[in-house]
């Protein structure tokens, strides 16, 4: 658990480390093209650098304290219908946290700074891809791996998916990545492999991406549903989500023709 801890301070160290570097870079490009400290383009240029800035410390450290070695089937491939299944009851997943969201209508502290994200694409590249490589090394890598260890699965995947949910502190973030978190901690513990997670880790990221940037008026799934298409939806959401768990927990041999030395 020590370790644990560990390694969820040293990401908020690498994002806090990230802006403060990525602060003066942006005020410095602000400089140049204006000629003139501008805080709306420092901020446009700031965020997306601090994450480029906080990913690459996160796998710096990571890689050079050895978390990510000594495991063979850590980049193991699974098999297509395996990782069908995945985004199948992942997309079940998705829907059922959204409208849990929209019921309790947690706060969102983050929303302005995620329209000045998407506005760039690095920021959209750090979001949809490069995060979710990023924080599937970390959490489940390193820190799921670690608590697999130490504690009995169920208690190793719960104890993961809400660290992996509070690192974010947004509310309206927290709850949902911490739903996310469990289900791909529970992914990894099956399969042993970050392929499958990191996959759909990329498509829920992609996901409230495209969301985001082709609807900014709406806050959640329903707002798109015709008037009496959303409990349908959402029965179908229930049926993907259950039925790719349990389909998900029969598979025998997710792992294609790899064998671990």
Same mark, same amino acid.
């Given at each position: ?36 400290? %501008?805080?709306?383009?420092?901020? %446009? ?217």
């Amino acid at each position: 658990m020590k370790t644990s801890i560990k390694l969820v301070l040293a990401c908020f160290i690498c994002q806090l480390l990230g802006g403060l570097i990525a602060a003066p870079i942006g005020m410095l490009v602000a400089y140049f093209q204006l000629g003139v400290l %501008d805080p709306s383009l420092v901020m %446009d240029t700031t965020m997306p650098l601090a994450m480029v800035i906080q990913f690459v410390l996160m796998l710096i450290y990571i890689g050079r304290r050895g978390y990510l070695t000594g495991d063979s089937r850590l980049y193991a491939p699974v098999k297509l219908g395996y990782l069908l299944l995945v985004l199948l009851a992942g997309l079940g997943a998705i829907l059922w946290e959204d409208e849990l969201l929209r019921f309790l209508q947690m706060p969102d502290w983050m929303k302005a700074s995620f329209e000045q994200i998407y506005d760039s694409w690095i920021g959209m590249a750090c979001v949809t891809v490069f995060g979710p490589i990023v924080e599937e090394l970390l959490f489940r890598g390193a820190i799921t791996k670690e608590l697999l260890r130490k504690f009995n699965p169920g208690t190793a995947i719960v104890i993961s998916g809400l660290l992996f949910g509070l690192v974010h502190l947004n509310p309206a973030q927290v709850l949902g990545a911490s739903i996310i978190g469990i289900f791909l901690a529970w992914i990894y513990w099956r399969t042993g492999s970050l392929i499958p997670c990191m996959v759909l880790h990329i498509f829920n990221n992609s996901l409230s991406v495209w969301f985001g940037r082709s609807f900014p008026a709406s806050d959640h799934f329903c707002d798109l549903m015709p008037e009496g298409s959303y409990p349908v939806v959402m029965v179908a959401a229930a049926v993907a989500l259950l039925g790719g768990l349990y389909a998900l927990w029969r598979y025998k041999e997710p792992i294609a023709d790899y064998e671990i030395s």
